[in-house]
T-cell receptor, first 114, second 111 residues
Framework: DADVTQTPRNRITKTGKRIMLECSQT?????MYWYRQDPGLGLRLIYY???????NKGEISDGYSVSRQAQAKFSLSLESAIPNQTALYFC?????????????FGPGTRLTVL | RKEVEQDPGPFNVPEGATVAFNCTYS??????FFWYRQDCRKEPKLLMS???SGNEDGRFTAQLNRASQYISLLIRDSKLSDSATYLC????????????FGAGTQVVVTP
C-alpha cells in the first residue's frame, strides 16, 4: 500500500464549484505540504503544516484553503474553482526530526476546471 | 528571474552514453540541494542529495559549485529506464523543509 495517498486521482469540475482534495499518509510524518504543478513551471507550494495545530501559507495560497484534520490527513479546498486552477496537485510529507529531510509525494490529483 | 533554473531539454541520449546537465540557483544562502526524478504524470521521487564534496550513487554523480551557484547531475551508461524528467530542488534558507523546485530537465534515452 502506498504511504501517501490522494483522492480523487482525477477530477473535472465547473467554474464556481467547491472542491476538496484529500491526502492521507501512513508514514507517521508530522509535516505535510500541498503543491501544484503546471507545465513549464516547477512545483509551487500552496500550503504547509508542521503539525495538527500549525497551518502556513505557501507562495500561491490565494483561492485555496486547507484543513489538517489529524496528523495523517491534510485536505486542500478550492472554495470557488476557476479555470486557472487547472493543474496537477501533489501532497507531500516529510519527517521534521531529520535535517535536510526528504519529501515523499502522493500520486497526484489531476484537476480540470471548465 | 526564477529561483531555480534548468534547461528543459529534452536531452536525447543513446543507450549506454553519458549525459550531464546543470541547474542554477539564485539565492547564495541556499542550504541543501537535491535531485528528484519524475516520470511522466507521476509523483517526484528523491534521486539523490547533493553534498558540497560531490557524491556518487551508482551511475549517477552530483556536483555542487557554490561559487557559481549551480549543481550538476551526470548519468553514465544511460539505460532506457533513465528516461524521465529530473527536477533540481533547493532548500532555500534553512532545514525546516521548504523546497524550491526547478521546472525540470527531460532526458530521453533511445535504443
Amino acid at each position: 500500500d502506498a504511504d501517501v495517498t490522494q483522492t480523487p486521482r482525477n477530477r473535472i469540475t465547473k467554474t464556481g464549484k467547491r472542491i476538496m482534495l484529500e491526502c492521507s499518509q501512513t508514514k507517521g510524518h508530522d509535516r505535510m505540504y500541498w503543491y501544484r504543478q503546471d507545465p513549464g513551471l516547477g512545483l509551487r507550494l500552496i500550503y504547509y503544516s508542521f503539525d495538527v495545530k500549525d497551518i502556513n501559507k505557501g507562495e500561491i495560497s490565494d483561492g485555496y484553503s486547507v484543513s489538517r484534520q489529524a496528523q495523517a490527513k491534510f485536505s486542500l479546498s478550492l472554495e470557488s474553482a476557476i479555470p486557472n486552477q487547472t493543474a496537477l496537485y501533489f501532497c507531500a510529507t516529510s519527517d521534521g526530526t531529520v535535517t535536510y529531510n526528504e519529501q515523499f509525494f502522493g500520486p497526484g490529483t489531476r484537476l480540470t476546471v471548465l | 528571474r526564477k529561483e531555480v533554473e534548468q534547461d528543459p531539454g529534452p536531452f536525447n541520449v543513446p543507450e549506454g552514453a553519458t549525459v550531464a546537465f546543470n541547474c542554477t540557483y539564485s539565492n547564495s544562502a541556499s542550504q541543501s540541494f537535491f535531485w528528484y526524478r519524475q516520470d511522466c504524470r507521476k509523483e517526484p521521487k528523491l534521486l539523490m542529495s547533493v553534498y558540497s564534496s560531490g557524491n556518487e550513487d551508482g551511475r549517477f554523480t552530483a556536483q555542487l559549485n557554490r561559487a557559481s551557484q549551480y549543481i550538476s547531475l551526470l548519468i553514465r551508461d544511460s539505460k532506457l529506464s533513465d528516461s524521465a524528467t529530473y527536477l533540481c530542488v533547493v532548500n532555500m534558507f534553512d532545514s525546516w523543509g521548504k523546497l524550491q523546485f526547478g521546472a525540470g530537465t527531460q532526458v530521453v534515452v533511445t535504443p
